[in-house]
């Protein structure tokens, strides 16, 4: 039994804070977290947190009914909670962490915006250089603006690129509401910036601001939210559950080829491939529309060879579950015989459970980081779940002595 510690749970994952407590011997905090009529949350600590050293378990998922941003909501009202009731430290352990998959500009289906190169002469004669283009990499000899010699005279180009489109159309902005039929036809030229929120940094300072003093985590989609938080951040890694899985659960795992569905993952993909021995194949998107309002698809391309062969997919998350299950089909396309997938962060948002059913995957393998009980009562035999309580009682239990967590780390 651990002692002068509190694990206090959230209602994201109740199955999750039950294991640990009885993993650590001790029992969770009595608290009340509920809504008011008028959807406020109410939070009440029911057992005294002064000087304590406090856990407090809330995964970052959205299914099954519940709702992301007020698991999330409850989550700092819980931190500023025991702040209040002068608690020792207060640490967030979010086993999925919210928002990492918007660290700073959202994801865009058509890639960066592609630009063709400007003729030298167009048809008849005159130079198509247009102020949209990209400049080439500047180097010994080349002009220094694309379609442009050293020699022009880049200002008298701008004013006369300036008096003609002032004479051939009307000048307005996106507030001018006299002339709504003209505001609502407006198109962004190529290269507008679009200015979004960062919910990534914003994240990490509501945690900070409600006086979270640590937190806990596993296998961020971007590990670059570590750098948001002037806090210590511990991400463990899921990958020693997978590799322990690929060892005991898949016949002549030798034999059996490491497939990472695009090229974020590649890194992770080829740890757990080079520490098992195993060979490694890459799956790439290409992105290569003609124009640049096409909206077609990415073409998947595979580098390696898995003809006869059994391939493991290795991801860390699957929300719509749609890159893992094209994966799966172009495996099974260029001649795969038995298909894993093994992911830590099922999420299955959508109709994601659907679509991994009629897919190529022989079997699923997820971690209990978000609740997996609907997802099994669906997906039936063809998904397995591990138990990722272990290794967050462990992180817990050693950072609360100050010991060192660097064996967690340590998937090699």
Same mark, same amino acid.
């Given at each position: 039994m651990v002692r002068n510690i509190v694990v206090l749970g959230g209602n994201s994952h109740p199955e999750l804070v039950e294991s640990v407590c009885g993993i650590l011997g001790l029992p969770a905090c009595s608290r009340i977290l509920t809504k008011f009529s008028s959807g406020e949350s109410r939070c009440e600590i029911q057992d005294s947190v002064r000087g304590k050293d406090v856990y407090i378990i809330q995964t970052g998922f959205g299914g099954n009914g519940s709702r992301l941003n007020d698991h999330f909501m409850d989550l700092c009202i819980m931190i500023s909670a025991c702040k209040t009731g002068s608690a020792r430290r207060v640490t967030a352990v979010l086993p999925l962490f919210p928002y990492s998959r918007q660290p700073d500009l959202p994801y865009n289906k058509a890639g960066?915006?592609?630009?063709?190169?400007?003729?030298p002469n167009g048809e008849n004669g005159k130079n198509q250089y247009t102020f949209d283009s990209v400049p080439p990499t500047p180097g010994p000899g080349v002009p220094k603006t694309s379609g442009l010699t050293n020699s022009s005279d880049i200002a008298n180009q701008m004013i006369k690129n300036a008096l003609t489109n002032g004479s051939s159309k009307e000048q307005y902005t996106t507030h001018d509401y006299e002339n709504l039929s003209i505001v609502n036809g407006f198109q962004a030229k190529p290269g507008y910036k679009q200015w979004v929120a960062q919910a990534g940094t914003l994240v990490a300072n509501l945690l900070t601001c409600a006086g979270c003093d640590?937190?806990?985590?596993?296998?961020?989609?971007?590990?670059? &939210?570590?750098?948001?938080?002037?806090?210590?951040? /511990?991400?463990?890694?899921?990958?020693?559950?997978?590799?322990?899985?690929?060892?005991?659960?898949?016949?002549?795992?030798?034999?059996?080829?490491? %497939? @990472?569905?695009?090229?974020?993952?590649?890194?992770?993909?080829?740890? %757990?491939?080079?520490?098992?021995? *195993?060979?490694?194949?890459?799956?790439?998107? =290409?992105?290569?529309?003609?124009?640049? #309002?096409?909206?077609?698809?990415?073409? *998947?391309?595979?580098?390696?060879?898995?003809?006869?062969?059994?391939?493991?997919?290795?991801?860390?998350?699957?929300?719509?579950?749609? #890159?893992?299950?094209?994966?799966?089909?172009?495996?099974?396309? =260029?001649?795969?015989?038995? %298909?894993?997938?093994?992911?830590?962060?099922? +999420?299955?948002?959508?109709?994601?459970?659907?679509? &991994?059913?009629?897919?190529?995957? /022989?079997?699923?393998? +997820?971690?209990?980081?978000?609740?997996?009980? =609907? $997802?099994?009562?669906?997906?039936?035999?063809?998904? /397995?779940?591990?138990?990722? @309580?272990?290794?967050?009682?462990?992180?817990?239990?050693?950072?609360? $002595?100050?010991? @060192?967590?660097? &064996?967690?780390?340590?998937?090699?």
């Open positions: 960066a915006p592609l630009y063709k190169a400007p003729t640590h937190v806990i985590t596993m296998d961020l989609h971007d590990p670059q &939210v570590q750098g948001f938080f002037d806090i210590p951040v /511990d991400n463990l890694y899921g990958q020693p559950l997978l590799k322990r899985y690929i060892q005991q659960h898949i016949p002549n795992w030798r034999d059996a080829v490491i %497939i @990472s569905p695009d090229a974020g993952g590649a890194k992770r993909a080829t740890a %757990i491939a080079d520490s098992l021995g *195993m060979e490694f194949a890459l799956i790439h998107k =290409e992105r290569r529309p003609t124009k640049i #309002t096409d909206r077609q698809n990415a073409s *998947m391309m595979l580098v390696g060879n898995v003809t006869d062969r059994v391939c493991i997919l290795l991801d860390d998350i699957a929300d719509t579950g749609n #890159t893992i299950t094209r994966a799966a089909k172009l495996l099974k396309k =260029e001649g795969a015989t038995t %298909i894993y997938a093994l992911l830590t962060h099922g +999420v299955f948002s959508g109709d994601a459970i659907s679509r &991994v059913k009629a897919s190529a995957i /022989d079997k699923l393998v +997820v971690t209990n980081s978000v609740p997996q009980d =609907e $997802h099994k009562k669906q997906l039936g035999s063809k998904l /397995d779940v591990l138990d990722i @309580s272990p290794i967050f009682a462990e992180a817990m239990r050693r950072v609360h $002595h100050g010991e @060192s967590i660097s &064996v967690l780390f340590n998937y090699e």
